[in-house]
């Protein structure tokens, strides 16, 4: 285990590079790309040489971010000055990235999750962020630069999605100051909400009802599951991409706790994703499963089984915690 150090740190060995890749999570999500391109464009207008590399295409929902920032080109520099892994602080969270990842000089994580722990050469964590872009929005005047109205959307971005649009727990008087601020300097909040969460395809909706027509509740009423199959994504046109929100559909049900939502991604790769309104400890849940996450919206994979074999499963270990 190494040390968790502090954002001076962090920035001194940014400033020190010239070549400085950035690795969102895969199934990168509005915190984990909004986190990126703002550091990225931050190191860049720093005279950095700077990319945030990617795996699989952008979510529909968050690719306006990418102004040429994201890519997925192998002929990056061979040996980075420091390669930073944002929003996640493990290789298994980019695996197609990995190789590239570890030839970087000097390893870096920036991440706010309370299931990570500090395990390169240099770590800044703080589980008391609400967003990692909070992390960045504090970073970024260490640089030597100033936050201007498309840094600071991307910011935005991500606070507004890790917190689930200020109604999430972790939202604090930090992150309502830092997105007055944003506004302040030029941020257009009201174009971003449309983009966000007004900019839908039909084919998205379509799969959404099936979803929520095909949840089952258990454990007395206070959790609910449902699935997302190949079979359904073929049927309305839907991808699997479109779907974030439909766990916080699920749990927003009156009187359910926990809402559980399986993702088949293949037929025997299972994503999980957990949405709690109290009580549940989503994130120490997932972390047992391999995944991790926050308090309240976490999840994790399971290989090597079939989605009804997954679902007959989480009923039953879930019926007993919240029992």
């Not at 990225?40 to 529909?60: M, S, Y």
């Not at 609910?224 to 699997?240: A, D, F, H, N, P």
């Amino acid at each position: 285990m190494k040390k968790n150090n502090s954002l001076e740190e962090i920035a001194a060995a940014l400033c020190a590079a010239h070549t400085v890749l950035l690795f969102p999570h895969v199934s990168v999500d509005g915190d984990a790309l909004g986190s990126s391109v703002a550091l990225c464009a931050a190191l860049r207008k720093a005279g950095k040489t700077a990319h945030v590399v990617i795996e699989e295409e952008l979510p529909d929902m968050v690719s306006f971010l990418d102004r040429g920032y994201c890519t997925e080109d192998p002929a990056l520099p061979a040996r980075p000055d420091v390669c930073v892994c944002v929003d996640c602080n493990e290789y298994r969270r980019f695996p197609k990235r990995k190789a590239l990842f570890g030839s970087g000089a000097l390893a870096m994580c920036i991440d706010h999750h309370k299931t990570s722990a500090p395990l390169l050469d240099l770590n800044h964590i703080d589980e008391g962020a609400a967003a990692t872009a909070e992390i960045i929005y504090d970073l970024i005047p260490l640089l030597g630069v100033g936050i201007d109205a498309e840094i600071g959307g991307a910011l935005y971005v991500g606070i507004v999605t890790d917190t689930g649009r200020f109604q999430y727990s972790n939202t604090t008087r930090k992150t309502h100051l830092i997105a007055a601020e944003l506004h302040t300097i030029g941020v257009r909040t009201s174009e971003i909400s449309i983009l966000l969460y007004q900019n839908e395809r039909m084919e998205k909706r379509l799969l959404e009802s099936r979803i929520l027509g095909e949840a089952e509740r258990f454990a007395n009423g206070r959790a609910v599951i449902s699935c997302i199959t190949q079979k359904m994504l073929k049927e309305t046109g839907g991808r699997l991409d479109e779907t974030d929100g439909v766990a916080e559909a699920l749990r927003d049900i009156r009187g359910v706790e926990l809402a559980c939502l399986l993702k088949e991604k293949s037929a025997r790769t299972i994503k999980v994703s957990l949405r709690s309104k109290r009580d549940f400890d989503a994130a120490a849940f997932s972390a047992e499963n391999g995944g991790g996450g926050h308090a309240r919206a976490a999840g994790f994979t399971v290989t090597n089984r079939s989605v009804a074999d997954v679902k007959a499963l989480l009923m039953r270990q879930l019926a007993e915690r919240l029992s």
